[in-house]
């Protein structure tokens, strides 16, 4: 005799074992023979599959633990029997002297033996071996099935609901799949409840308990046998059909199981009155009657059946084998189908007994692959025969060394009659064999190769070898190779296409402490924990392509890797196999002779996810590996800049905590810095933020603690710029932090309070913050060049960057507008803003003379999907009146339109409109809408009369309502513009006000710059400035854009206002700066302060700068002198 394998406990699962089990007890083998279950002398119970893979143990786990940590004495089993079908385990239980410590007055009672009773499902796979062409995982009971497909709404826990104090264990055999068709990933993963099918109480009355069951290749239909007889549910229906004649049920008992064909259940049946062993095939739509089932007798006794195709194979009682072909036949309204004897084999001479064959089918799989048959039907033919001895897997190949008969010639059927080659043996101790029936060109290794599952070794994969290209193969070279691999899971079923295998696993939970340990039953009872089986997989990819590797077979792994790049899991396949060969020889004790790591660092610069891989597997990887690693994979600074290159800044910042850890702060500093710049110019805020903590915590000494990796930006409608949100926010703290609840419409209204030094705390200030500072202020001015205005809102808002104090210092330089008609063109173009055009009926319009006026020139949307971002405004009164104080200032009045439409005064009617309110969250037109006579809500246009009565407009003035919306950008637009117009206003770019209030079309905008200019303190040159870019407007529309003449002779009159201001002499005293050497800080108004310093009204504009200057002088004068070096243009800041 020979020792084939061992069932034992291991050092690695049971480190303590070794002296507290004692000699093994007791032994026995379910009566499926699929499953042992062992004893030992001190206590404890484990399941073991037939070659040693272990499938529950009671010495470790909830099994071995209470819930408060403390360890259980083990069960201790004096004699213990399997029950029917091997549904149940009966127990004999006593314990040993190490209970005496239990209470005196209940010795005797614990020493008592008592009787338990496990309950066990199992997979369908011990008892029906043909199931394993089939992708889902179905487990038996004695009254119920388990199956992972199924609508997501029955999600019922596989939980007993046992008469016994104790709960049912997973008995595991493995489960096979493989249809024509595959269903899909989804719909076999999907949630991880199971699917539970109650059998029909009504056979189960006299046919239990449940011997075989089936599903067919869609999992729409399942059939049960029992003691006599069979039934079918359909999983669409929610139904059981039974035999409708009781007499014809209990007159058959199936004997070698039952499959699935299409619509048909085939079985292999004994008849009881005929004293015949018969092949019966019914159709599931059709009545459960003989009279519409297809009946073949049989020489011997049927003991194994399964179908390949449109073909049946069985295994009989005298070791023959016998091939049938199965046919559709239509009769009339009758569909029948037919069966016919194809060829027989005798084994008689391989086989010592027939129960020693485990299971029998029919496959594809041969020694050759697709590429070398001389035919290419014979890749998809049945081409041997794989026998499964007594855990010998043995193969039985076509013999095709003699002549070979055309198709076309030849009957159909005579080419299926070539005679077996003599059995050649595959592999040892099989438990279970998968293969499939399907093809796939781009996945051809998978689906043509054999998958086998060989108990505590493991699982090993027959996998063809196909030369690259279509090649001839060399004959000196294998065109198969058997790959051993191990998985964590006893395997179910193999998903081929997906890599995938599936499998169910024992979950135990402890409710020990809803007991007190007063009583010896009440301990008993809560002794072994609750158990419910889970649904589980796993990848076994980076198995398969590691022992290509090996054994120096890189192009097969490459072209079975491209073959699954397109898997959502195919980036974590890599970074296993990656992780795992490093774990392994990093820390291997023994020098490696020839290391594998260089082989997979070279195998992953194929794909395109190398550079993610690489850095994934090295931030879930110990520090003292990472040497070893990027001696492998490369520099990780040249990798950083790689991922730059590509555009790939998520990753480029997880090698950024590479780079930290494994360089010098130099080195950190130089590659944020590049990243910073990147991501500011990509729009990555997220990641701007991460990289100003970043560059803060470099600079502050806190280098040695890691800052956490950047998560992907979220897809965020950066349309609309968050400004409220982030004014008042320190850029050392991140944004989201900050729930939006607490920023009202007060508080966002009085905008940020002071000057940018304020944003960081005083331990990280100085150098650091003010490196970071002029990143920022340089890409604002890059922006502000480029005519960006829509991107340097979404910055300004993401990154809480404060506009008005900067554009107030950069007035004279970066934010003055070099050519009015190219910035206008910008902003058209970023904003989604038409050009406008002249409405054919423009002469005779009535609203030329102001009686009708849109409220698009009034006003701004009361309510916004996402105008910057969406605020909550309290209800008090002081919110409407600090609105009123500045909004008014910029929206247009009733009588600013008039004057400018009609250039004369108009006495205007009180009179009172509801306010919408759609709740809390207002834009910030909404305080705008408190002022005016009428409300835009949601793109519904009000008309006012001024006598209000009911309007009837004629067709020449919906035509110019029309023309006029038509005319009208996005409403985000013109929040927005409307936005930066306030903000251009309060730092005193005019020029910019000028150029939004063209797009909007307000003539009240240019009569608050006339306001503002007829002041002292604006310069002068400006106004020049101004001057010559509306000029150079007017010529431009004269020649390219004639829509905007009509707005530009409306405010003529204000533009010879403007050309009188010019001529003037104005005197440099209070705003404007005399001295080059002196600092726009010093001179440019501190709108921001004085606000924060009044929290009951707005200064007025033209008060703010002097007011600011009095009260803040000696509080500015210090920042002032650190600020002063970088306000003479020199911008430019160079990284160490």
Request: with cysteine; net charge negative.
């Amino acid at each position: 005799m020979l020792l084939s394998h061992k069932l034992e406990l291991t050092a690695k699962q049971y480190p303590d074992i070794w002296n507290k089990t004692g000699a093994v007890k007791l032994i026995r083998w379910s009566p499926d023979n699929s499953v042992v279950i062992v004893t030992w002398e001190y206590g404890g119970l484990s399941l073991w599959s037939v070659f040693g893979a272990q499938l529950i143990c009671t010495l470790g786990g909830d099994f071995a633990y209470r819930s408060d940590g403390t360890k259980k004495d083990p069960l201790k089993i004096n004699s213990m029997s399997w029950g029917a079908e091997g549904y149940h385990l009966w127990v004999i239980s006593g314990f040993g002297s190490q209970h005496i410590e239990i209470e005196s007055d209940l010795r005797n009672i614990v020493k008592q033996p008592s009787i338990l009773l496990f309950q066990f499902i199992k997979s369908v796979l011990t008892v029906n071996p043909c199931m394993s062409n089939q992708e889902q995982v179905l487990l038996q009971g004695e009254d119920r099935l388990y199956l992972n497909c199924g609508e997501p709404s029955q999600t019922q826990n596989p939980r007993s609901s046992s008469h016994t104090q104790h709960k049912p264990r997973l008995e595991n055999s493995p489960f096979a799949d493989g249809g024509l068709e595959s269903q899909g990933l989804s719909t076999l993963l999907g949630h991880r409840h199971w699917h539970v099918v109650q059998i029909s109480s009504t056979y189960l009355e006299s046919n239990w308990p449940i011997r075989f069951s089936a599903i067919d290749k869609l999992g729409q239909n399942i059939a049960v046998v029992g003691k006599f007889g069979f039934a079918h549910y359909s999983l669409l229906t929610k139904k059981w059909k039974l035999f409708g004649n009781i007499t014809q049920e209990q007159n058959m008992i199936v004997t070698g199981g039952l499959a699935w064909w299409n619509d048909f259940m085939v079985l292999a049946c004994y008849n009881i009155s005929d004293h015949q062993e018969e092949l019966r095939v019914y159709l599931r739509t059709s009545n459960l009657d003989n009279a519409f089932a297809h009946v073949t007798k049989t020489q011997a006794e049927t003991l194994l059946l399964s179908v390949f195709r449109d073909m049946v194979i069985v295994f009989r009682a005298d070791c023959s084998i016998c091939l049938y072909s199965i046919e559709r036949k239509s009769d009339g309204s009758n569909t029948m189908a037919g069966i016919q004897v194809l060829q027989e084999v005798s084994m008689s001479r391989y086989i010592p007994h027939p129960f020693l064959v485990v299971s029998v089918t029919l496959t594809s799989v041969s020694t050759e692959n697709g590429i070398t048959l001389k035919m290419p039907q014979q890749a998809r033919d049945a081409e041997s025969i794989m026998l499964n001895l007594a855990g010998q897997l043995i193969m039985m190949q076509r013999d095709r060394s003699g002549p070979q008969i055309r198709e076309k010639d030849s009957n159909p059927n005579q080419r299926k009659l070539l005679p077996f080659c003599p059995p050649v043996v595959l592999a040892q101790s099989v438990e279970n064999v998968w293969t499939t029936c399907r093809a796939n060109k781009q996945k051809r290794h998978l689906l043509e190769a054999l998958w086998l599952s060989c108990g505590g070794a493991g699982m090993k994969v027959w996998l063809p070898l196909f030369p690259r290209d279509h090649r001839k193969p060399h004959s000196f070279l294998s065109q198969r190779i058997m790959l051993p691999f191990h998985i964590n899971i006893y395997p179910l079923a193999v998903l081929f296409e997906d890599a995938l295998v599936l499998g169910a696993v024992n979950d135990t939970l402890l409710y020990d402490s809803l007991y007190t340990r007063n009583t010896a039953r009440e301990q008993l009872e809560v002794l072994f924990p609750f158990c419910v089986v889970e649904r589980t997989s796993q990848i076994y990819l980076h198995h398969i392509l590691r022992q290509l590797l090996v054994r120096n077979l890189g192009e097969q792994a490459l072209l079975l890797a491209q073959s699954c790049a397109a898997l959502p899991y195919f980036p974590h396949v890599l970074e296993l196999m990656l992780h795992e060969v490093l774990e392994e020889e990093a820390t291997s004790r023994e020098p490696i002779p020839d290391p594998l790591l260089p082989t997979v660092a070279k195998f992953i610069t194929e794909f395109p996810l190398f550079l993610q891989t690489v850095v994934h597997c090295a931030r879930k990887t110990e520090y003292a590996l990472w040497n070893y690693l990027f001696a492998a994979v490369g520099n990780p600074k040249d990798l950083f800049e790689e991922c730059l290159m590509a555009q790939d800044l998520d990753t480029a910042a997880s090698y950024l905590i590479i780079l930290q850890n494994m360089e010098v702060p130099a080195v950190s500093r130089q590659h944020a810095t590049l990243l910073f710049n990147t991501a500011l110019e990509q729009g990555k805020w997220d990641l701007c933020r991460h990289m100003i903590r970043f560059l803060k915590a470099i600079g502050s000494g806190e280098s040695e603690t890691p800052p956490s990796t950047p998560t992907a930006q979220e897809p965020s409608s950066s349309g609309g710029f968050e400004f409220f949100r982030n004014r008042s926010i320190s850029l050392s703290q991140s944004a989201e932090n900050v729930p939006p609840s607490k920023f009202n419409l007060q508080k966002t209204l009085s905008m940020p309070s002071g000057p940018s030094g304020k944003r960081w705390s005083k331990d990280s200030e100085c150098a650091e913050n003010m490196y970071i500072d002029m990143m920022l202020w340089r890409h604002a001015r890059r922006l502000l060049e480029d005519v960006r205005l829509k991107d340097l809102g979404c910055f300004a808002a993401q990154l809480g960057f404060e506009l008005i104090s900067w554009l107030c210092k950069e007035r004279t330089r970066a934010a003055r507008v070099d050519n009015f008609v190219i910035a206008l063109k910008r902003l058209h173009k970023d904003f989604l803003w038409p050009l406008p055009i002249i409405p054919a009926s423009s002469i005779s319009s009535p609203f030329k003379n102001g009686k009708y006026r849109t409220v698009g020139e009034q006003l701004l949307k009361s309510q916004s999907a996402d105008p910057f971002m969406n605020l909550e405004m309290d209800a008090g009164i002081s919110n409407i009146q600090r609105s009123q104080s500045w909004l008014s200032n910029i929206g247009p009045t009733h009588h600013e339109i008039d004057a400018a439409s009609s250039h004369g005064p108009q006495m205007q009617d009180a009179f009172l409109l509801p306010l919408s309110n759609k709740g809390d969250e207002c834009s910030i037109g909404s305080a705008t809408d408190l002022t005016e006579s009428s409300s835009m809500v949601d793109g519904d246009w009000t008309m006012v009369d001024e006598n209000f009565s009911t309007l009837s407009l004629t067709q020449s003035e919906l035509e110019h309502i029309s023309m006029e919306l038509a005319s009208k950008g996005p409403h985000k637009s013109q929040v927005q513009l409307r936005y930066l117009l306030h903000i251009f206003m309060e730092a005193g770019c005019l020029d910019w006000c000028i150029v939004i209030g063209l797009i909007l079309r307000e003539s009240s905008i240019i009569n608050q710059i006339l306001v503002i200019a007829q002041s002292s303190e604006v310069d002068g040159e400006m106004l020049q400035n101004i001057k010559t870019g509306l000029h150079a407007v007017d010529r431009w529309a004269s020649t390219d854009c004639p829509g905007y003449k009509p707005f530009l002779n409306i405010i003529k009159p204000q533009l010879q206002k403007l050309s009188e201001i010019t001529e003037e002499q104005i005197q440099p005293d209070a705003f404007q700066p005399i001295a080059v050497g002196k600092t726009p800080e010093q001179t440019s108004p501190r709108a921001e302060e004085s606000r924060a310093s009044s929290s009951h009204g707005i200064i007025p504009q033209s008060e703010v700068g002097v007011s600011s200057m009095v009260s803040r002088k000696e509080e500015d004068t210090t920042r002032a002198q650190e600020e002063e070096p970088f306000q003479d243009g020199t911008y430019d800041c160079s990284v160490s």
